[in-house]
């Protein structure tokens, strides 16, 4: 079936998309940049690179990150890392569902054969 994907971009041109936002929720299940960077198959620095742009973009940050410790450092979604989060899940419903009848319309003209992507 055809689906969205949505990428919000803010009036300054930066943005979050569905890898940011299964980035922060793989943080928040975690409590690791590391480890949810690992769950993703992506590198640290990716991930830390993202997470720098997601804070960069927001007078809130939407991760920090503990440091040493006991335990190691670790790092956890702010108050706004879990709205920004919930915000963009909630408008990815929402434009599913609003956008349902003309996918389904749409998929029924597609090629059932993978073509190359433009």
């Given at each position: 079936?055809?689906?969205?994907?949505i990428?919000?971009?803010?009036?300054?041109?930066?943005?979050?998309?569905?890898?940011?936002?299964?980035?922060?929720?793989?943080?928040?299940?975690?409590?690791?940049?590391?480890?949810?960077?690992?769950?993703?198959?992506?590198?640290?620095?990716?991930?830390?690179?993202?997470?720098?742009?997601?804070?960069?973009?927001?007078?809130?940050?939407?991760?920090?990150?503990?440091t040493?410790?006991?335990g190691?450092?670790?790092?956890?979604?702010?108050?706004?890392?879990?709205?920004?989060?919930?915000?963009?899940?909630?408008?990815?419903?929402?434009?599913?569902?609003?956008?349902?009848?003309?996918?389904?319309?749409?998929?029924?003209h597609?090629?059932?054969?993978?073509?190359?992507?433009?």
């Amino acid at each position: 079936m055809a689906s969205l994907k949505i990428t919000l971009v803010t009036d300054a041109g930066n943005r979050i998309g569905p890898g940011k936002a299964a980035l922060l929720e793989s943080i928040q299940s975690s409590g690791s940049i590391s480890a949810a960077a690992r769950a993703m198959g992506m590198d640290y620095k990716r991930a830390w690179l993202l997470l720098d742009s997601l804070n960069s973009a927001f007078t809130t940050p939407a991760v920090i990150r503990n440091t040493g410790g006991h335990g190691g450092g670790g790092a956890v979604l702010t108050e706004f890392g879990v709205e920004l989060v919930a915000r963009y899940r909630r408008l990815e419903s929402q434009a599913r569902m609003l956008a349902a009848a003309d996918l389904d319309a749409l998929e029924r003209h597609a090629k059932r054969e993978v073509s190359s992507k433009v």
